[in-house]
């Protein structure tokens, strides 16, 4: 049964830094992109950033220049560093993964973890 579980998130001041993980496990064959959507009340769920294939990175251009996405093959873990946080950054982030089990590609998503960057 696969598995991808969140880490990270908190409350943290403008400005301020956070680290967002996501690993997947359980019988993955393969990935082929991981990566991060964040969805704030009221508002509808958006790519934050993702990485596919291990090698090609995409950003909101919300977040261009101030949040890193990058990704450890090894432990099929994904970490989005977030930098220079603004209060529009609050939302829940959720992690998204699209693997390959048995046949096609398939959708998993983490559970949420909430961002609160406020002062």
């Known amino acids: 049964q696969v598995h991808v579980v969140e880490s990270g998130g908190g409350l943290v001041q403008p400005g301020g830094s956070l680290r967002l993980s996501c690993a997947a496990s359980g019988g993955i064959f393969s990935i082929y992109s991981m990566g991060w959507y964040r969805q704030a009340p009221g508002n509808q769920r958006e790519l934050v950033a993702d990485?596919?294939?291990?090698?090609?990175?995409n950003y909101a251009d919300s977040v261009k220049g101030r949040f890193a996405i990058s990704r450890d093959n090894a432990k099929n873990t994904v970490y989005l560093q977030m930098n220079s946080l603004k209060p529009e950054d609050t939302a829940v982030y959720y992690c998204?993964?699209?693997?390959?089990?048995?046949?096609?590609?398939?959708?998993?998503w983490g559970q949420g973890t909430q961002v609160t960057v406020s002062s």
């Open positions: 998204h993964a699209l693997l390959q089990i048995t046949g096609p590609l398939v959708d998993f």
């Open positions: 990485i596919i294939t291990g090698v090609r990175t």
